[in-house]
């Protein structure tokens, strides 16, 4: 069985550019949430993709944007990156909603 | 609305003694709970989780924690520490809602001295 991956591992980028994340989920799990860890903090809820739709979302602005595939990958796109996006971006996967999550390694994003 | 409360930033404990990290809940229905553990530059692992059934939970490596609803808290424990188990630990809480929003306190960082 294959765990949760993410690409890329690190990723650095300059203040006003596009990034692209991507999670494949493990295998049976039709639910994918993404979240931003900040250094020092928890992490944080960004939106939540259950059979390809947006399912919740948490308080991040619309430049924050996803996307799951009949796969049930996901995307994660941020535009016109801000410094303050630099974090840890953590994806996981649940069957069904469910509350038990299994999280990827995580994309460590750098802008500068 | 939910949220969980994680007292100590840090915590420094000794070869072979007692892990106790806090953890204090809000949660306007009836809680899920969870510890997960991070390893420097890692994900997520989840340690344990409580879904309604037993109050006093097990899990993986030797850790435990009890419901306790009367005080809130989801204390995490392990009654002897191992070097390996220096980490960031994070209790979480999610909702009953359609939607199954994890919400992480700000971790506590266990240093286990030798």
């Known amino acids: 069985e294959t765990g949760v991956t993410q690409s890329p591992t690190h990723l650095i980028k300059t203040r006003g550019q596009q990034v692209t994340l991507r999670c494949s989920s493990q295998s049976g799990h039709n639910t994918v949430s993404w979240y931003q860890q900040a250094l020092g903090q928890g992490p944080q809820f960004i939106f939540q993709y259950y059979r390809e739709e947006e399912n919740g979302r948490g308080n991040f602005p619309p430049r924050f944007s996803g996307l799951q595939f009949p796969n049930y990958s996901s995307e994660l796109n941020v535009n016109a990156l801000e410094l303050d996006d630099s974090a840890l971006y953590l994806c996981?996967?649940?069957?069904?909603?469910?509350?038990?999550?299994?999280f990827g390694p995580g994309t460590r994003l750098t802008v500068t | 609305a939910q949220s969980v409360t994680q007292l100590g930033s840090h915590v420094s404990v000794s070869e072979g003694a007692l892990v106790l990290l806090r953890c204090n809940y809000s949660?306007?229905?009836?809680?899920?709970l969870f510890w997960y553990v991070q390893y420097p530059n890692q994900g997520l692992q989840l340690l344990l989780k409580y879904t309604s059934a037993a109050t006093l939970v097990k899990g993986i490596n030797g850790f435990e924690a009890e419901f306790k609803k009367s005080e809130t808290s989801f204390h995490l424990t392990k009654p002897s520490a191992h070097m390996s188990d220096a980490a960031e630990y994070f209790c979480a809480v999610t909702s009953s809602g359609g939607y199954q929003k994890v919400t992480f306190g700000t971790g506590t960082k266990l240093q286990v001295i030798p």
């Open positions: 949660s306007s229905v009836p809680p899920y």
């Open positions: 996981a996967s649940s069957p069904d909603r469910g509350r038990e999550q299994y």
